[in-house]
């Protein structure tokens, strides 16, 4: 069976469950667990990855193209606006500065 991740987590129709001397366990059943792991990584991404949708490449958009006031700020919202990551700041630094 196929990983349904990441549009839906897995279950244990996917990632199946054996228990010592009770089941037999098939190539099907390693198979399945890779192709999980396949999906993770390429959900997470490479470094410095070119895939829009992959967790690395959204933090380093993150990074790069939002910039927040400066200051000791804390981070109270982060949206995705069209083609930009947007970070929402508390108005008063953090500190009091």
Same mark, same amino acid.
């Given at each position: 069976?196929?990983?349904k991740? #990441?549009?839906?987590l +897995?279950?244990?129709?996917?990632? =199946?469950?054996?228990? +010592? %001397?009770? +089941? $037999?366990?098939?190539?099907? =059943? =390693?198979n399945? @667990?890779? *192709?999980?792991? /396949?999906?993770? !990584?390429?959900? @997470?991404?490479i %470094?410095?990855? #070119?895939?829009?949708?992959? &967790? +690395?490449?959204? @933090?380093?958009?993150?990074? &790069?193209?939002? !910039? #927040?006031p !400066? *200051?000791n700020? /804390? &981070?109270?919202?982060?949206?995705y606006n069209g083609?930009?990551?947007?970070? $929402?700041? %508390?108005?008063? #630094?953090v500190?009091?500065e």
């Amino acid at each position: 069976m196929t990983t349904k991740f #990441p549009a839906q987590l +897995d279950t244990d129709a996917e990632l =199946h469950k054996v228990a +010592d %001397d009770v +089941d $037999d366990v098939v190539a099907a =059943h =390693h198979n399945d @667990l890779v *192709g999980a792991i /396949r999906a993770m !990584e390429e959900k @997470l991404g490479i %470094d410095d990855s #070119p895939v829009s949708t992959s &967790v +690395d490449y959204i @933090l380093k958009q993150l990074a &790069v193209k939002s !910039e #927040p006031p !400066e *200051g000791n700020y /804390r &981070v109270v919202n982060l949206y995705y606006n069209g083609n930009k990551l947007q970070v $929402d700041c %508390d108005d008063t #630094p953090v500190g009091g500065e």
